[in-house]
């Protein structure tokens, strides 16, 4: 047990939000809604079905699926403490840092893949990093992202192309439908994974003359995982990256070659501008063929809105039949940097429609009664318990954004009616306490 | 870096959900959908508005609200593990096991004391708790739940008790409206604090000759916080607590007895049933006052759908003003006990309204564009792109529940148009491929 003086010390302690994270309230979460119900429409038009997973999983899962080596997995992932009770279980578990290893888990273990030919999954929910918090980058977050994962009837398959164009395509129109403008698409292919072997090759024989020249940071990367050199914010080593002759490298297969250019004329019949970044890998280990990132200028350094790709390989290394080829794609879009560049104001909405004011104690009771049947009637009301002068209560009232006010005062109740006033244009109407209801459900209630 | 062997080990590994947590499966998101629906027209329509707040906050944030010595504090917090960097704040984080202390950190952060007289949150998220999982209990869970909380003008407010009824009150018009019935609402009143250092004396003498046939947990209950003896779950200890004449500890003042009248007067005028139970206390530190608890008996041991009250003091625990009196109180449902038991089947919805079917490769681009403008045209659709007979892609289509079939073949395609079929009349039309969209958005878009 602690002192009384701790005790006292605790007493005036404020506590504040953990750094890195941020409370939604009230007047932003119409924001979030209109974003939720435009993601679902959208979502569901292109077939997509939401899935949710715990916000924790075995902390192996992300090592085995973003990358051991990996930022992530290395210095971002938040643990839980492990449990003190011996309860069998003790796999350390960690916060999830993203929604794809989640997601294939769950694919895997509920065996969708006997229950159809292909699934389309959207998930839409909070992601945690120990990053260090800046603008755009907090260690709660959230993400709404989709995978698209079915068994590949044959080993190379170009008519799968069509999907990677999907997916960016239901990017770009989850963004237009968010109210973003002025988005860049940058895409770029790693191949096969026999293709990302031979690139990786071309890299370090490119890189290696420049490698002493480069930070330290970097120098382990190339050791440790050669592409995330690619993606280093470091601006010397920028510098030469900018500097490789990547077609030069030829490390792409014919087949790999074809899908992409099979893609990128499929993303041309859906109208969409991109741009060919051949040093466009992200920072994770599972992609192959298609990769792309959504980004946006008025950003600043962290200008990524969405990313995403295809992860062919990812299903088996986390546990499906090695003997199954499969097709597995998705991408994630950053919903706080959305709303930071989205052109669309939160549209102010009345908290309550009707606000009843009682002149005296005596009111109370029959104020509470109405307000509860104009509730019941699906009319957003209230009451002031706190009573007050009709002054204070009006302002009350406008606060709230009522649209009509019902006040009880001593003159109205002799003849049990109550004044009901049109807040917009000020008339003032005495109603019969009993058809108060029906008189607000009129002005309320759309019929039909 | 891992060795061989190890790395050929990990590939075989299967991961599962972590225990005690749940996926929740696209088949079963619409009930979760209706729910959240619902829950958000009701709480709108009493004037509550929905708060987010992080999934983890300062472990002391929980000890200091939930209480030290609370088994939810002392076994089964999820805690973060420290964080290797140093960062400057290391204090100790946690998952948080309720809503409660958040809502009254963020009301106390935002400073919506000065914003308004009176705050009225919703929220709707996971909590986590280490317990052991069984029936209607996990590691995550997810709660909705309301919290009131504004200054209170003077020290000793009867009117207040309305807000105690509408809270009561909302609760019960929640459960309503997601389709369960058969529940039963049980209240009681802690009194003041004042009243509760009474009840707690009272208590103490009574109990104090059989505390040696109690449990041990009991025992030390009795020590650190007679209250919880009252929650236990022990037989031994149910019969002592049944046994106990609560009038005759006569521990409420004058103004905490006309409270709890006033109350039950207004639960009454809501056409609310309820029962009284002297021996509800609920198992945190922080209620005074009317405390209630709602349970179904279909959910065995863990019977509790919902459970509030009020907790006035909380406010200035959590760094408040001393000088000012607060009113505050709120409840929260447990979702997935409500879904356990709520009388409202997932309705099923049709994945796509149209599927899209290719009867040979060189259609699939013609039919992928054709898709996109459905789709953009606000008509869900979908296609398959790896092909197969027509027998076995209808019955894909059939299978994501589509309405209208749309089909490339090659009879067809000379005179620029496809089949539309009607999966429910079975009727086939030949209609120009540049007329579709307008054809299906006939059917699907409803005027107006």
Same mark, same amino acid.
């Given at each position: 047990?602690?002192?009384?003086?701790?005790?006292?010390? +605790? +007493?005036?302690?404020?506590?504040?939000?953990?750094?890195?994270?941020?409370?939604?309230?009230?007047?932003?979460?119409?924001?979030?809604?209109?974003?939720?119900?435009?993601?679902?429409?959208?979502?569901?038009?292109?077939?997509?079905?939401?899935?949710?997973?715990?916000?924790?999983?075995?902390?192996?899962?992300?090592?085995?699926?973003?990358?051991?080596?990996?930022?992530?997995?290395?210095?971002?992932?938040?643990?839980?403490?492990?449990?003190?009770?011996?309860?069998?279980?003790?796999?350390?578990?960690?916060?999830?840092?993203?929604?794809?290893?989640?997601?294939?888990?769950?694919?895997?273990?509920?065996?969708?893949?006997?229950?159809?030919?292909?699934?389309?999954?959207?998930?839409?929910?909070?992601?945690?990093?120990?990053?260090?918090?800046?603008?755009?980058?907090?260690?709660?977050?959230?993400?709404?992202?989709?995978?698209?994962?079915?068994?590949?009837?044959?080993?190379?398959?170009?008519?799968?192309?069509?999907?990677?164009?999907?997916? $960016?395509?239901?990017?770009?129109?989850?963004?237009?439908?968010?109210?973003?403008?002025?988005?860049?698409?940058?895409?770029?292919?790693?191949?096969?994974?026999?293709?990302?072997?031979?690139?990786?090759?071309?890299?370090?024989?490119?890189?290696?003359?420049?490698?002493?020249?480069?930070?330290?940071?970097?120098?382990?990367?190339?050791?440790?995982?050669?592409?995330? $050199?690619?993606?280093?914010?470091?601006?010397?080593?920028?510098?030469?990256?900018?500097?490789?002759?990547?077609?030069?490298?030829?490390?792409?297969?014919?087949?790999?070659?074809?899908?992409?250019?099979?893609?990128?004329?499929?993303?041309?019949?859906?109208?969409?501008?991109?741009?060919?970044?051949?040093?466009?890998?992200?920072?994770?280990?599972?992609?192959?063929?298609?990769?792309?990132?959504?980004?946006?200028?008025?950003?600043?350094?962290?200008?990524?809105?969405?990313?995403?790709?295809?992860?062919?390989?990812?299903?088996?290394?986390?546990?499906?039949?090695?003997?199954?080829?499969?097709?597995?794609?998705?991408?994630?879009?950053?919903?706080?940097?959305?709303?930071?560049?989205?052109?669309?104001?939160?549209?102010?909405?009345?908290?309550?429609?009707?606000?009843?004011?009682?002149?005296?104690?005596?009111?109370?009771?029959?104020?509470?009664?109405?307000?509860?049947?104009?509730?019941?009637?699906?009319?957003?009301?209230?009451?002031?318990?706190?009573?007050?002068?009709?002054?204070?209560? +009006?302002?009350?009232?406008?606060?709230?954004?009522?649209?009509?006010?019902?006040?009880?005062?001593?003159?109205? +109740?002799?003849?049990?009616?109550?004044?009901?006033?049109?807040?917009?244009?000020?008339?003032?109407?005495? $109603?019969?306490?009993?058809?108060?209801?029906?008189?607000?459900?009129?002005?309320?209630?759309?019929?039909?």
């Amino acid at each position: 047990m602690r002192g009384a003086l701790t005790v006292s010390k +605790m +007493m005036i302690k404020n506590f504040l939000l953990p750094r890195g994270t941020a409370d939604i309230l009230p007047e932003e979460i119409s924001r979030w809604h209109e974003l939720e119900q435009k993601a679902r429409i959208v979502c569901k038009n292109y077939g997509y079905r939401e899935i949710r997973t715990p916000a924790f999983e075995e902390t192996e899962l992300f090592a085995r699926s973003v990358g051991q080596t990996s930022d992530i997995v290395q210095k971002q992932l938040l643990s839980l403490a492990s449990q003190k009770e011996g309860d069998g279980s003790n796999s350390p578990l960690s916060l999830r840092p993203e929604g794809t290893a989640s997601i294939v888990r769950a694919y895997l273990q509920h065996n969708f893949i006997h229950a159809e030919p292909i699934s389309k999954f959207y998930y839409l929910g909070p992601m945690f990093r120990g990053e260090r918090p800046q603008k755009g980058r907090l260690r709660q977050f959230h993400q709404l992202g989709v995978e698209l994962i079915g068994p590949a009837k044959q080993n190379e398959d170009l008519n799968l192309a069509f999907l990677d164009a999907e997916v $960016i395509g239901l990017c770009v129109q989850l963004l237009r439908s968010f109210g973003v403008k002025g988005f860049k698409v940058k895409i770029n292919t790693l191949g096969t994974p026999q293709d990302k072997q031979a690139f990786s090759s071309y890299l370090r024989k490119v890189l290696k003359e420049d490698l002493k020249s480069l930070a330290e940071e970097d120098q382990k990367r190339f050791s440790e995982n050669i592409f995330r $050199i690619l993606d280093s914010k470091k601006k010397e080593c920028q510098q030469i990256v900018k500097k490789i002759d990547f077609a030069k490298g030829n490390y792409l297969s014919d087949f790999s070659q074809k899908y992409f250019e099979k893609a990128k004329s499929a993303l041309r019949d859906l109208r969409i501008d991109f741009e060919e970044v051949p040093y466009l890998v992200r920072g994770l280990d599972y992609y192959n063929h298609i990769v792309f990132e959504i980004s946006h200028e008025a950003l600043g350094s962290q200008d990524t809105l969405a990313a995403g790709g295809r992860y062919d390989t990812l299903v088996q290394q986390l546990g499906a039949d090695p003997q199954t080829p499969f097709s597995a794609l998705g991408f994630a879009i950053g919903i706080e940097r959305v709303l930071l560049v989205a052109d669309q104001p939160a549209t102010p909405t009345a908290e309550v429609n009707v606000f009843v004011l009682a002149m005296d104690e005596k009111f109370l009771q029959p104020a509470f009664c109405l307000v509860n049947e104009l509730r019941q009637a699906g009319i957003s009301a209230d009451v002031n318990y706190q009573l007050g002068s009709i002054k204070s209560q +009006m302002r009350l009232a406008n606060k709230r954004g009522a649209k009509q006010v019902v006040i009880f005062g001593e003159e109205e +109740m002799k003849e049990h009616a109550v004044s009901v006033k049109d807040m917009e244009h000020g008339q003032q109407n005495k $109603i019969v306490l009993n058809q108060v209801v029906d008189y607000l459900s009129k002005i309320f209630i759309k019929k039909g």
